[in-house]
């Protein structure tokens, strides 16, 4: 049994309509199927790069800019992704530095709500943008952002008998 690439390039997961929708649309074609990246000729599923890649990207961005991480729990109360709430994207920065702070033994000490990313062009604070996967490099492809990495490399596959 191995993954076969069955839809390349399959673009952002979009509002839970669209998600649903699109979903659906794969079950009706492919039964069992998983989003995921190639990654040096391998098949990763996208749970298995949110750790080895989106998790790791802000890892690397944290050890490389310490003073965005003091920044962030200096200022932050609460955490919020102004773009998955108002389209009712999926939201993965939040959640990733949130666990990045827990498995580091940090914690937000702020009094403000702060973005992470933006919507319309316009985040809560400076480091709303510094911190989002629009800026933050790829740690497997770092001429890339995190962002530009996650959308446009996602590919769909199933998984087949190879006999």
């Known amino acids: 049994m191995a993954w076969k690439i069955v839809e390349r390039r399959i673009g952002n997961a979009g509002g839970v309509k669209q998600r649903t929708a699109r979903q659906r649309e794969w079950d009706r074609l492919y039964g069992d199927w ?35 991480l003091a920044e962030l729990t200096a200022t932050a109360k609460v955490l919020r992704n102004p773009h998955a709430e108002a389209t009712t994207g999926v939201d ?39 911190l989002s996967p629009l800026t933050i490099k790829c740690v497997i492809k770092p001429k890339l952002t995190l962002e530009t990495f996650w959308q446009d490399k996602k590919c769909l596959a199933i998984y087949v008998d190879e006999g």
């Open 34 to 68: 998983e989003v995921g990246y190639v990654v040096d000729g391998v098949f990763m599923t996208q749970g298995e790069a949110l750790e080895s890649i989106y998790y790791r990207s802000y890892e690397e961005h944290f050890r490389r800019h310490p003073a965005d």
């Open 92 to 130: 993965l920065q939040v959640p990733t530095i949130m666990d990045y702070l827990k498995r580091n033994g940090l914690e937000l000490s702020g009094a403000e709500i702060v973005d992470i990313g933006t919507f319309d062009g316009r985040g809560s604070h400076a480091i709303s943008v510094r």
